[in-house]
């Protein structure tokens, strides 16, 4: 994991947000996402420079997000390494917005 996944990771591991259980590594389809809650169906992803074109998100992105989206039905809530390094109570309090 990467230094933000840590923090995170950290922060919901172990049922600590809204006892809600949270998966990290997990394998969805022929994707691996960053941390996933199965009851919520929502996936968490942490994202690097290597995600970003010019500030937008890569096309391989769009498409992993789209698949995770359209064909298995889920939800997507993306933070940049810099949110969670530097505001990680906004990035907390974003994930428990999207839970309602």
Known sequence: MTESEV????????????NLQFNRQKPLGKYVVDFYCP???????I??????????????????EKFIKEILGLKIVRFTNIEI???????????????K
């Not at 009851?39 to 992803?45: R, W």
């Not at 994202?47 to 992993?64: A, C, F, P, S």
């Not at 390094?85 to 999207?98: G, P």
Request: charged fraction near 40%; proline fraction near 0%.
């Open 85 to 99: 390094k530097q505001n990680l109570a906004s990035v907390i309090d974003k994930i428990l917005e999207t839970l």
């Open 39 to 45: 009851l919520k169906k929502l996936v968490i992803e």
């Open 7 to 18: 923090i995170l990771w950290n922060k919901i591991r172990r049922k600590q947000l809204k």
């Open 47 to 64: 994202d690097g420079g290597q995600h970003y074109d010019n500030g937008k998100i890569t096309k391989k992105d769009l498409e992993r």
